[in-house]
């Protein structure tokens, strides 16, 4: 399931991940989301938690999810990954350094530093 974080800035999407991730959750929440930013903006910031009971993707997930990172290459300011899953953490760094723009990976417990990062 994705949920929408709230109290961010308008140029900043924030997104909660938990349990199961699906292709529905990215096609429903997640990509809508991103559109609508989009469309207010150039460029934006995304901030995605992954709560301690993240399950995993489903194929449709993972898919959707590079579907969207390469089909907006260009749109992306700023990336911050909070999350206590090692797989994912671990994926996330080794693949930071092709990110066209800056992009950090965060513990949970540093949630505070993350959303400071992100508006910064």
Same mark, same amino acid.
């Given at each position: 399931m994705i949920e929408i974080l709230q109290d961010l $800035? /308008?140029? @900043? @999407? +924030? =997104? @909660? +991940? #938990? +349990? %199961?991730?699906?292709?529905?959750d990215y096609e429903t929440v997640l990509m809508p989301a991103i559109k609508a930013a989009?469309?207010?903006h150039e460029k934006v910031r995304i901030l995605y938690q992954l709560d301690s009971d993240f399950a995993g993707f489903t194929p449709g997930a993972?898919? /959707? /999810?590079?579907? &969207? !990172?390469? !089909? %907006? &290459?260009?749109?992306?300011?700023? *990336?911050?990954? *909070?999350? /206590?899953? #090692?797989?994912v953490a671990h994926a996330a760094s080794m693949f930071a350094f @092709?990110? $066209?723009? $800056?992009?950090?990976? =965060?513990a949970l417990d540093d949630l505070a530093k993350a959303k400071a990062w992100i508006v910064a």
């Open positions: $800035p /308008d140029n @900043v @999407v +924030g =997104f @909660v +991940g #938990s +349990g %199961h991730i699906s292709a529905s989009l469309e207010r993972m898919w /959707d /999810d590079m579907k &969207l !990172g390469l !089909g %907006h &290459l260009t749109a992306w300011e700023k *990336v911050a990954l *909070v999350t /206590d899953v #090692s797989w @092709v990110m $066209p723009c $800056p992009a950090r990976v =965060f």
